[in-house]
């Protein structure tokens, strides 16, 4: 239901643009989120949007560089990375949520649907 996209293997400084295709139900309550994982670490948070788009929500490490926006009619989110660095290099994965409380959104366990996850490599 969650098809996530557009990972690769980019220099420092450079931007990319992931893609999360939501589809089999509605999600019109539902919180869209991006988080990363990198190899023995554990799931962080990186964004998240409400499907109205009318909230977003930054962790401080991406703030300035990431920008999460939705587009309804196609029932994607997108995740446009600028910047990169190579601590950003990680499994990128959206997932989605009825999460009411915008403390609850940065935690991956209140995410119901997820993404199959696409790998960003960022190099020095």
């Known amino acids: 239901q969650l098809q996530a996209s557009g990972g690769g293997s980019v220099q420092a400084g450079t931007s990319l643009r992931l893609s999360c295709a939501a589809s089999?139900?509605?999600?019109?309550?539902?919180?869209m989120g991006w988080f990363r994982q990198a190899p023995g670490k554990e799931r962080l948070f990186v964004a998240a949007?409400?499907?109205?788009?009318?909230?977003?929500y930054y962790a401080d490490s991406v703030k300035g560089r990431f920008t999460i926006s939705i587009d309804n009619a196609k029932n994607t989110v997108y995740l446009q990375m600028d910047a990169l660095k190579p601590e950003d290099a990680a499994i990128y994965y959206c997932?989605?949520?009825?999460?009411?409380?915008?403390?609850?959104?940065?935690?991956?366990?209140?995410?119901?649907?997820w993404g199959q996850g696409t790998l960003v490599t960022v190099s020095s």
């Open positions: 949007i409400r499907w109205s788009g009318a909230n977003t």
């Open positions: 089999g139900r509605t999600f019109d309550n539902y919180v």
């Open positions: 997932g989605a949520g009825v999460i009411s409380g915008s403390s609850w959104i940065r935690q991956s366990r209140f995410y119901d649907y």
